[in-house]
C-alpha cells in the first residue's frame, strides 16, 4: 500500500474529504466482505497474507479496479482502527433511494450524533428487517469510519437518507409518525404495524420541538428503576423488538 493510497484513505476519515470525492472506507475482514458481497461499487481493497486466499477466492474481486496485498502496519496507518489485520477497502458511496415509505416501517433519527449509536442502530435495523433510516441532516454521517465499523456489514443493506426531518414528516403526515419520549402511550400496549415511522431523538436533548409537531404518536418505554434514561440504541431496539412481536 503506496503513500499514495495511505494519505487518501487517511482522508476519508473527514467527512468533507468524503463529500468531495464520493468514496469512503471500510475495514475489518467481516465489514469488507460483506462490502464484497453487496452491490455497491469498490475502488480499491488492500488486504493482508493471512486473509489473501479468502479475499482473492470471492466471485467479486476480479471487479476491483485496484487491488494489492499489504501489511497490518500500512491498513493500520490508512485507516480508524487501532489494529487491522485483515483488509481495507475504498467504495463509492452510493446514490440516495427514494424515502417514501412504502408498507413498511421507517426509523427516523433526530440528530444522533453518535457515531457508535448511529452504527449499532444500522445494526438494530438489519436485524428487524428494517430497510430505511431517515437522518435529520446533524446526526452522523453514515460514512463516517466508525459508523461503518458500528454496523459490522449492516450498512450494505440498509438504505440510510438525510432529510429536513420536520419536513419529511410534514409531508408524511397521512401515516401514524411514533416518537419515543420520556411520557407516552406504553410501547408495550401499543401495537405499531406498517405503514408507519418511528421517530427517536438525539442522545441528550431527545426529540427537537420542531420534529415534536410533527409526531401523531407519542410513545414511551417505562421505566421500572431509578435511571435517568437509556441510550438511544438501546432505545431503539427495544422498541423494534415490540414491533416485531406484532408481524
Known amino acids: ?5 495511505i494519505k487518501e484513505t487517511r482522508g476519508l476519515q473527514l467527512k468533507k474529504n468524503r463529500k468531495k470525492s464520493g468514496l469512503f472506507i471500510v475495514e475489518g475482514r467481516k465489514s469488507v466482505l460483506e462490502l464484497m458481497n453487496s452491490d455497491i461499487q469498490l475502488e ?7 486473509y489473501a486466499e479468502e479475499f482473492e477466492s470471492h466471485h467479486n474481486f476480479h471487479k476491483v479496479p485496484v487491488k494489492e496485498v499489504s501489511t497490518e502496519t500500512a491498513l493500520t496507518q490508512a485507516g480508524s482502527l487501532k489494529v487491522n489485520d485483515a483488509a481495507i477497502a475504498v467504495a463509492h458511496i452510493p446514490q440516495e433511494a427514494d424515502t417514501t415509505p412504502e408498507n413498511e416501517i421507517v426509523l427516523a433519527l433526530d440528530d444522533v450524533r453518535d457515531p457508535g449509536n448511529l452504527g449499532t442502530i444500522i445494526r438494530i435495523a438489519d436485524w428487524y428487517g428494517i430497510k430505511k433510516i431517515i437522518c435529520s441532516h446533524e ?6 469510519p466508525k459508523v461503518i465499523s458500528a454496523t459490522m ?7 440510510v437518507s438525510y432529510v429536513d426531518l420536520p419536513a419529511y414528516l410534514d409531508k408524511h403526515q397521512s401515516l401514524p409518525i411514533y416518537g419515543a419520549f420520556m411520557e407516552g402511550e406504553n410501547i ?3 401495537k405499531i404495524s406498517a405503514p408507519a415511522i418511528v421517530v427517536m431523538g438525539n442522545e441528550s436533548n431527545g426529540i427537537s420541538e420542531v420534529t415534536s409537531d410533527k409526531i401523531n404518536k407519542k410513545i414511551t418505554i417505562p421505566r421500572i428503576g431509578q435511571a435517568e434514561s437509556l441510550n438511544v440504541a438501546i432505545a431503539t431496539a427495544i422498541i423494534c423488538d415490540n414491533v416485531a412481536r406484532h408481524i
Not at 456489514?153 to 438504505?159: A, D, L, V
Open 188 to 190: 408495550y400496549q401499543t
Open 139 to 144: 446526526s452522523a454521517d453514515v460514512y463516517n
Open 44 to 50: 480499491a481493497l488492500f488486504y493482508t497474507q493471512k
Open 153 to 159: 456489514g449492516s450498512f450494505t443493506r440498509i438504505q
Open 1 to 5: 500500500m503506496n503513500k499514495r493510497w
